[in-house]
């Protein structure tokens, strides 16, 4: 993931929130970024030949993971360099885990293009567990996103994902009425729904949050649906803490709340 300068998200919360629940990290800066990018200007300087030359030692000196999880990723090669670290490790037995930050709300973040979705669809067709919001979802199969929706539409998506090479998923941000979301679990072909209450306040990095949050509970020996729902409720745990400071508007407040998180993972 992306290391930002001012801005509590990517590895400034990915880090801490898995070290937190007890796993040994290594982070991996995909870039390096000033702020976030709901600030008027911003700088992104490119990593891809850091992490050409990092993931090659790497390799040379035989690291070895449980698991990889990837974020935010700026460059086309930059994401085929990542894909296929990801599937040499995935043939041995490392859990991949892929969120394929690019979009949201209909829109591709800025810097992306139809150029970029292309070459994360190979990395998002390589993973273990794919986690995508509705945008992004639509964009990996080629389907148009549609702001109102019924289950039949979350169907075709997973089916069409499914279709392209995904395992498992967790289609995130998926909501049927106007005061509750939810995440959709896709595995093996049956469909699960775990609904929580829809907090109208957004706060930038709940999405890492949430995949860090879900793949600590993942790799700590939860099933998917468990694991999904842990993950949720801290995110909206970490969105009702932010919303009460009116001041903390550059990051989720997860820290507050990481408590909450391992009392949960004991109680599952």
Not at 6 to 22: D, E, I, N, W
Not at 36 to 65: C, M, S
Not at 204 to 209: A, E, F, L, R
Request: proline letters at 4%; one cysteine or more; a negative charge.
């Amino acid at each position: 993931n992306d290391m930002c300068g001012y801005g509590k998200v990517a590895l400034s919360a990915m880090l801490p929130v898995l070290s937190h629940m007890g796993f040994r990290i290594h982070n991996l800066p995909t870039a390096l970024v000033s702020d976030t990018l709901n600030y008027p200007k911003f700088y992104i300087h490119d990593t891809t030949e850091y992490v050409r030359q990092t993931l090659a030692i790497w390799e040379e000196l035989g690291f070895e993971f449980d698991a990889i999880s990837t974020g935010f990723i700026v460059t086309e090669e930059e994401t085929r360099i990542i894909s296929g670290f990801c599937r040499r490790r995935s043939e041995r037995g490392t859990k991949v885990f892929v969120d394929p930050i690019m979009a949201d709300n209909g829109k591709l973040y800025p810097g992306f293009d139809t150029a970029f979705v292309q070459s994360m669809k190979g990395l998002a067709f390589c993973a273990d567990i794919l986690l995508p919001n509705l945008t992004e979802a639509a964009l990996l199969t080629d389907m148009p996103y549609k702001e109102q929706y019924d289950e039949a539409y979350i169907d075709d998506l997973l089916t069409a994902l499914t279709k392209n090479g995904a395992k498992t998923v967790l289609l995130t941000g998926v909501g049927y009425t106007s005061d509750t979301t939810g995440v959709v679990v896709l595995e093996n072909g049956k469909k699960q729904y775990y609904r929580h209450e829809r907090i109208p306040q957004s706060c930038h990095g709940t999405g890492d949050v949430f995949a860090s949050a879900f793949t600590g509970a993942y790799m700590g020996g939860r099933d998917l649906c468990t694991a999904a729902r842990i993950a949720a409720d801290y995110t909206v745990s970490c969105i009702r803490e932010t919303v009460k400071d009116p001041t903390h508007w550059y990051g989720v407040k997860f820290e507050a709340v990481l408590p909450q998180l391992v009392d949960r993972l004991r109680e599952s």
